[in-house]
Every structure is written in C-alpha cells, then in structure tokens.
C-alpha cells in the first residue's frame, strides 16, 4: 500500500494550493482524510471524505476554504486549498482508513503518506 502525496509548496496568504494523493494497493472501499501536523503540535484533522464520494466532513479552521473530493478512476484524492492563512503552515498527510465512524479521529485511519510541506507566508 502507498499513498504519494504531493503539491505543497510556499504560498502567500490568501493564496491557493492543490494537495494530491495519489493511492495504490487500496480499493475503493476506503475512507480518505487529510491530516496536518504543525511543528510543535499534534496531528489534527484537516478534512474527509466517504468512498461514496457524497459525504464529506471538515475542521472548522478549514470549512469554506478547503474542499476534498477524490477520483475513484485515478484512484487519488485531493485537498484544494484557498485563502490560505500563515496558520496552515504544517505539514499535510493523507490517510485511508476503513473505518466508517469517528473519520476525524488519526487513530482509526491505517494507512498514512509521507506527507507534504505547506508554507504560507504572511
């Protein structure tokens, strides 16, 4: 199993970046997040989104700037970001897990990328 993510990059706030993560050895029963992890603190989650593709869920630092959404024939998910705050600066993980509940939560997600670095610059 691996899940590539790419995309990062250093961005002026108020600018937008577009995360990929590009995912083999999973089938499309999976459950995808985004997670972030600044320096000094923990992971948290970022944003969701259900293999039915309908439901999707956000943290609310995030919700109105950033949208996840996924193509199952490419088998990638992504992370577009807009309005970009110096305070998402961290570094961005996608994950897939298998569990239906509690999709927010890092401990139920089991298999995770190398991640991506994201700079926003004020």
């Known amino acids: 199993v691996q899940l590539q993510a790419s995309g990062g990059g250093l961005v002026q706030a108020g600018g937008s970046l577009r995360l990929s993560c590009a995912v083999s050895?999973?089938?499309?029963?999976?459950?995808m997040g985004w997670f972030r992890q600044a320096p000094g603190k923990e992971r948290e989650f970022v944003a969701a989104?259900?293999?039915?593709?309908?439901?999707?869920y956000y943290a609310d630092s995030v919700k109105g700037r950033f949208t996840i959404s996924r193509d199952h024939a490419k088998n990638t998910v992504f992370l577009q970001m807009n309005s970009l705050k110096p305070e998402d600066t961290a570094i961005y993980y996608c994950?897939?897990?298998?569990?239906?509940?509690?999709?927010?939560?890092?401990?139920?997600?089991?298999?995770w990328g190398q991640g991506t670095q994201v700079t926003v610059s004020s």
């Open positions: 989104i259900r293999r039915s593709n309908i439901n999707t």
């Open positions: 050895g999973l089938n499309v029963n999976y459950n």
């Open positions: 994950s897939g897990t298998r569990s239906v509940t509690q999709l927010t939560n890092a401990k139920n997600y089991d298999y």
